[in-house]
């Protein structure tokens, strides 16, 4: 069965250029704000979101990536891992974005928030996502969100990244099994 393009290159660099905005027409000072992506792909959006962040506004806003899976809650890790191998630095009074590529269940989501609040108390956390397709299974809801794909549960919503070896971005619909 073919996949279904929701978004190309284009639009997707357009939903960065205008998810960057509303960060700068937010009520916080970036000289505050931290990025902070979930890996792998959340790690890519961040990076973009700090790119036009930084062309836009002149400061190079801190920003990495958290492993969460030492957080997620179906998997029992007996060591958990020192706050430096969490992230290079501290949260403590930020107001971190916490970035995203698509929105689903949210427990990847709660995973993430679970590390950051391990390291630091953050002043806020705030949730970026390219796309909101639905289908929570906590309660949990953007704050910046590109594009709401609503998708059955026997579909996908794929990110194709360049940055993690794609030909192309694109954003598209797979139909399971």
């Known amino acids: 069965m073919g996949n279904t ?39 890519m959006v961040a990076m973009r979101i ?25 998997v029992n890790t007996a060591q958990l891992p020192t706050p430096s191998e969490i992230l290079p630095f501290d949260v403590t009074g930020k ?7 698509v929105l689903h269940t949210g427990r990847s989501v709660r995973a993430a928030i679970e590390g950051l609040f391990t390291i630091g108390r953050p002043q806020g956390v705030r949730l970026l996502v ?26 996908r919503i794929q990110f194709d990244m360049e940055e993690l070896g794609a030909a192309e971005d694109r954003v598209y619909i797979t139909k399971l099994g």
């Open 5 to 43: 393009v929701i978004m190309d290159k284009n639009a997707i660099r357009r939903t960065v250029i205008r998810l960057s905005h509303e960060v700068l027409e937010g009520n916080f000072s970036l000289d505050d704000v931290v990025l902070v992506g979930i890996k792998r792909r959340g790690e």
């Open 130 to 155: 390219l796309a909101d397709r639905g289908g929570r299974e906590v309660p949990v809801r953007a704050d910046f969100v590109g594009k709401n794909i609503p998708a059955a549960k026997g579909e």
């Open 50 to 74: 700090q790119k036009y962040l930084a062309q836009q506004s002149g400061q190079e806003i801190p920003c990495a990536g958290i492993d969460i899976r030492t957080f997620r809650d179906d």
């Open 95 to 101: 107001v971190v974005i916490l970035c995203d590529d």
